[in-house]
T-cell receptor, first 109, second 114 residues
Framework: RKEVEQDPGPFNVPEGATVAFNCTYSNSASQSFFWYRQDCRKEPKLLMSVYSSGNEDGRFTAQLNRASQYISLLIRDSKLSDSATYLC??????????FGTGTRLLVSP | DAMVIQNPRYQVTQFGKPVTLSCSQTLNHNVMYWYQQKSSQAPKLLFH???????NEADTPDNFQSRRPNTSFCFLDIRSPGLGDAAMYLC?????????????FGPGTRLTVT
């Protein structure tokens, strides 16, 4: 079983739609959680950290469920510019991050 | 702007010919990482430096080495590149500040092996 699992997609949604991604992790001792965004042939960029209480940044909302070991990302009012791969990332040990393979989002006009 | 810089952005090398990739940072972060990412795969951690302490991943081939001469610079040396080493190599940095350990990536070096 992979340490971090994501549905690879792609998720095809129209502009303005709401879309949600889930991610599961296997190590119950995982300590920090993140969503990164990666555009084609570019580097991953930190989208947001995920806190236990959940957090929101504009159109983006992240939730953490430690009991079920999953993390979610909700994107409201999707824009064309949101098209990218979204990487779920988990800190499993001191200074070590484990990346999921990503979920691809395609937003169409 | 504070940032992570990688040079070159594109590198072509011949099978078996040593190659060095470089990374520099102006963030003054004490931790630096090297990842390998192949198409449609997750970034795979090769090793990291915590200050001057080198931490190798168990499954990183001996063909890959690294140097960190000072806080700002880190190098990835591939001693004898094989065709399977063609990938994007990403450098990242973080600051050990006890909570989130967010990592910031450079733009990557895309390595082609001919």
């Amino acid at each position: 079983r992979k340490e971090v699992e994501q549905d690879p997609g792609p998720f095809n949604v129209p502009e303005g739609a709401t879309v949600a991604f889930n991610c599961t992790y296997s190590n119950s001792a995982s300590q920090s959680f993140f969503w990164y965004r990666q555009d084609c042939r570019k580097e991953p960029k930190l989208l947001m950290s995920v806190y236990s209480s959940g957090n929101e940044d504009g159109r983006f909302t992240a939730q953490l469920n430690r009991a079920s070991q999953y993390i979610s990302l909700l994107i409201r009012d999707s824009k064309l510019s949101d098209s990218a791969t979204y990487l779920c990332v988990v800190r499993t040990g001191f200074q070590k991050l484990v990346f999921g393979t990503g979920t691809r989002l395609l937003v169409s006009p | 702007d504070a940032m992570v810089i990688q040079n070159p952005r594109y590198q072509v090398t011949q099978f078996g010919k040593p190659v060095t990739l470089s990374c520099s940072q102006t963030l003054n972060h004490n931790v630096m990482y090297w990842y390998q990412q192949k198409s449609s795969q997750a970034p795979k951690l090769l090793f990291h430096y915590y200050d001057k302490d080198f931490n190798n991943e168990a499954d990183t081939p001996d063909n890959f080495q690294s140097r960190r001469p000072n806080t700002s610079f880190c190098f990835l040396d591939i001693r004898s590149p094989g065709l399977g080493d063609a990938a994007m190599y990403l450098c990242a940095t973080s600051r050990d500040r006890g909570e989130t350990y967010e990592q910031y990536f450079g733009p990557g070096t895309r390595l082609t092996v001919t």
